[in-house]
């Protein structure tokens, strides 16, 4: 079935890395992806990762991708007050022009002092 | 600057009485959808429309209805509300090619069904 899972909470230290992460069902996702929601605001895409890659990184976001366990992780290093918010981690599932967004239910990201 | 507009952006109702939140976007895309979003739950699709007059039922379409005139607005109608419906809202949109899930998300509305 279409399932996203991600842990509810996360508190770190600023400063320090955070690293949320994700289990997704469908193995013939090409894309996956990690949105952002900042409190009050819809979603943004932070990133994406096609399916044929294992790592990808931006600036101080780093996006890991275990096929085998169908894995993915988002790492934020020196992570910020500003980062505080809820990640999504999402896949695509269909073909043929459509494409359905599955998302998972959120990470809570705390980042206290 | 690309968008997306929803208004209203809160919005407080009581049981029965029709309503209907709006959807714009400049960007020119084809496809747009409306998401719920519910605490623990993530987003759920309601509907989506591929293109002008194309529309389908998302993963929970009960009690709502939309309609594609033109291609930049996608209204999400709620004939009868009920407070099951409470929640907070979110319309998108992206272009045709992939990544597809690339949507672009409007602000939110938030809902309150009483």
């Known amino acids: 079935g279409e399932d996203v899972e991600q842990s509810l909470f996360l508190s770190v230290r600023e400063g320090d890395s955070s690293v949320i992460n994700c289990t997704y069902t469908?193995?013939?996702?090409?894309?996956l992806y990690w949105y952002k929601q900042e409190p009050g605001a819809g979603l943004q895409l932070l990133t994406y990762?096609?399916?044929?890659?294992d790592m990808k990184q931006d600036q101080r976001l780093t996006v890991l991708l275990n096929k085998k366990d169908k894995h993915l992780s988002l790492r934020i290093a020196d992570t910020q007050t500003g980062d505080s918010a809820i990640y999504f981690c999402?896949?695509?599932?269909?073909?043929?022009?459509?494409?359905?967004?599955?998302f998972g239910a959120g990470t809570r990201l705390a980042v206290h002092p | 600057e690309a968008q997306v507009t929803q208004n209203p952006r809160y919005l407080i109702t009581v049981t029965g009485k029709k309503l209907t939140v709006t959807c714009s976007q400049n960007?020119?895309?084809?496809?747009m959808s409306w998401y719920r979003q519910d605490p623990g739950l993530g987003l759920r699709q309601i509907y989506y429309?591929?293109?002008?007059?194309?529309?389908d039922k998302g993963d929970v379409p009960e009690g709502y209805k939309v309609s594609r005139k033109e291609k930049r607005n996608f209204p999400l109608i709620l004939e009868s509300p009920s407070p099951n419906q409470t929640s907070l809202y979110f319309c998108?949109?992206?272009?045709?090619?992939?990544?597809?899930?690339?949507?672009?998300f409007g602000p939110g509305t938030r809902l309150t069904v009483t």
């Open positions: 998108a949109s992206r272009r045709t090619g992939p990544p597809t899930g690339e949507q672009y």
């Open positions: 469908d193995s013939s996702s090409t894309y």
């Open positions: 990762i096609f399916s044929n890659m």
């Open positions: 999402a896949e695509t599932l269909g073909g043929g022009g459509y494409n359905k967004l599955i």
């Open positions: 960007m020119n895309h084809e496809y």
């Open positions: 429309s591929m293109n002008v007059e194309v529309t």
